[in-house]
């Protein structure tokens, strides 16, 4: 099977040095790499001295690079055929729009420029008739399924609609819903765009309905920011592909556990229904996420805001325990002595045998079982307690990782630990879960950082779940055995916190009177921190 690796990257804005710097370091660190896919502005106001070295030959692109054209009429000048060409020797501009298959059989679609409405677009724009040609040229081909890869330079509008958040980007605003009618359209495996400065990697999404049509590839959606930003954010991805084409199908339309609903599917459906132009403002869609383990076609919306109605939402009631709850605040089994902060929904308590004496964790008030069952209101206030305890061990020099076991627990327990920041990163951190878990078979997948975790998992589903406080996420969905000490003994072993004798908590109990002792000086050092002391 021909993989091919490939790298794609954000608006290069004419730092070629910096991006073909870094283009050599990673093809010596990882191995040659067969294309560079540059989309967003590839040229800048400054690009002039670095791109006669290109331009005459006296410097060479370390590797073949396909760019996409002018988003300004200040940059169409270095784009002597509209209709695409070599600009240099190894960097050849695509075209307008089109597809470019390369000898792997790779399909991939392009369309350059910012969106217009005027009928006769610019040269670094495309109109409605552009992307009407393009769709018509590659759906009217013989069993379409497909593009491999779809080069944009716009986001998609509404790409965030299901999906994990973009940060500072607003997606109902930012974007082409021109380009958003192109992504449902060719169904690409990966579609990349620039030009918002932001790196944002969507949750994989579906291209087809659940329970109506047939099963299809998924797609993923990824947007690069600008070669050698100051903030550090990605520009540059590698991934690897097998051409669609010499995929076997069954591999093809597997359907990962975080893959979420189309995002385009609804404004594409009322565009159809009302005629009117794609760019006009249409309401987001209502997501439902079908549980097939269960009753099939059972529906639930995935966000209360959605449901086709202006009332406010309900509240989420917390469920009855069945049996005496350690965990409901109300209940007389509570050890009250380690409760060290009380918010309105959720209470901080230190851990009864904790693995340091400021092992705390975060729980609900009233009983909840996970944090996939929570209301919107605790779960604001957990992020609350996240942020706090984030700034409170920062300021004694540690970084807390936090896990959720959703597995022979009744009430929602989230464990936060603290770990010097001198003692290791949170890429040890990682690795470490990950590497212990693949010992025990355990397939912990990380998830998008921006991504929520009732993304992944629906109520009832037993998982394992990791957070950073950098907003880094492991997920594993449990589906048989899995050994309850699991989290504690990574964190307790060799690699990061070295107490491998502390991994199990009834062999650390503590006298009453120390344990009252530490949350004493717990409640103390984080008053300052505390929000529910000022509320």
């Not at 298959?101 to 670094?124: F, H, R, V």
């Not at 081909?141 to 986001?155: A, C, E, H, M, R």
Request: hydrophobic share 35%; aromatic share 10%.
């Amino acid at each position: 099977r021909s993989v091919s690796c490939r790298l794609a990257c954000g608006d290069v804005e004419g730092r070629l040095e910096a991006l073909f710097g870094r283009v050599r370091a990673i093809q010596g660190k990882s191995g040659r790499f067969d294309m560079l896919l540059c989309v967003g502005n590839f040229f800048g106001s400054t690009s002039e001295t670095e791109w006669a070295e290109y331009r005459t030959g006296a410097k060479k692109a370390p590797i073949p690079t396909y760019v996409l054209g002018a988003n300004d009429q200040e940059t169409v000048s270095y784009f002597p055929d509209i209709s695409g060409c070599e600009l240099a020797e190894n960097i050849t501009y695509l075209g307008r729009r089109g597809l470019y298959s390369g000898t792997s059989g790779l399909q991939i679609a392009y369309l350059s420029g910012t969106e217009t409405q005027d009928e006769l677009a610019p040269a670094y724009s495309f109109s409605a008739k552009d992307v009407a040609e393009l769709k018509t040229s590659l759906l009217s081909t013989p069993n379409f399924k497909g593009v491999d890869i779809l080069l944009t330079s716009p986001w998609p509008r509404d790409v965030g609609t299901f999906a994990n958040s973009a940060g500072e980007i607003d997606t109902k605003k930012c974007g082409s819903k021109l380009v958003s009618d192109l992504a449902a359209s060719l169904k690409p495996r990966y579609h990349f765009a620039a030009l918002e400065k932001a790196y944002y990697e969507r949750l994989p999404y579906r291209n087809h309905t659940v329970l109506r049509e047939t099963p299809q590839h998924v797609s993923r959606f990824i947007a690069l920011a600008d070669v050698g930003n100051t903030s550090k954010k990605k520009y540059l991805y590698a991934f690897s592909i097998v051409p669609m084409s010499l995929m076997d199908p069954a591999e093809l339309v597997k359907q990962p556990q975080d893959v979420t609903e189309n995002p385009y599917r609804k404004s594409r459906k009322e565009a159809q229904k009302t005629k009117a132009p794609l760019y006009a403002e249409e309401e987001p869609a209502c997501q439902f996420f079908f549980d097939l383990n269960k009753h099939q076609g059972k529906k639930r919306p995935s966000d209360e805001k959605e449901r086709g109605n202006s009332q406010p939402k309900q509240a989420k009631k917390p469920s009855q325990p069945t049996g005496p709850c350690w965990f409901c605040l109300a209940s007389p089994e509570v050890e009250k002595h380690l409760v060290v902060s009380i918010g309105t929904h959720c209470y901080l308590a230190l851990a009864k045998g904790g693995l340091l004496p400021d092992h705390v964790l975060i729980l609900p008030i009233g009983h909840y079982q996970s944090v996939v069952d929570l209301s919107s209101e605790v779960v604001e206030e957990v992020t609350k307690y996240k942020s706090a305890l984030k700034e409170f061990f920062r300021s004694k020099g540690k970084r807390y990782v936090l896990f959720e076991r959703n597995y022979r627990s009744q009430h929602l327990q989230l464990q936060v630990i603290p770990v010097p920041l001198d003692h290791c990163t949170s890429e040890d951190i990682k690795e470490s879960f990950i590497v212990q878990a693949q010992e025990q078979q355990i397939e912990l997948l990380e998830i998008p950082e921006h991504s929520d975790i009732t993304q992944v998992a629906q109520p009832g589903t037993p998982y394992f779940y990791v957070e950073l406080d950098t907003g880094e996420k492991l997920f594993h969905r449990i589906r048989g055995r899995f050994p309850l000490h699991f989290g504690r003994s990574v964190l307790a072993s060799e690699a990061l916190l070295a107490l491998p004798q502390r991994a199990d908590w009834r062999r650390c109990a503590a006298e009453r009177a120390e344990e009252a002792a530490q949350a004493r000086d717990f409640r103390r050092d984080f008053q300052p921190f505390d929000f529910a002391l000022r509320a």
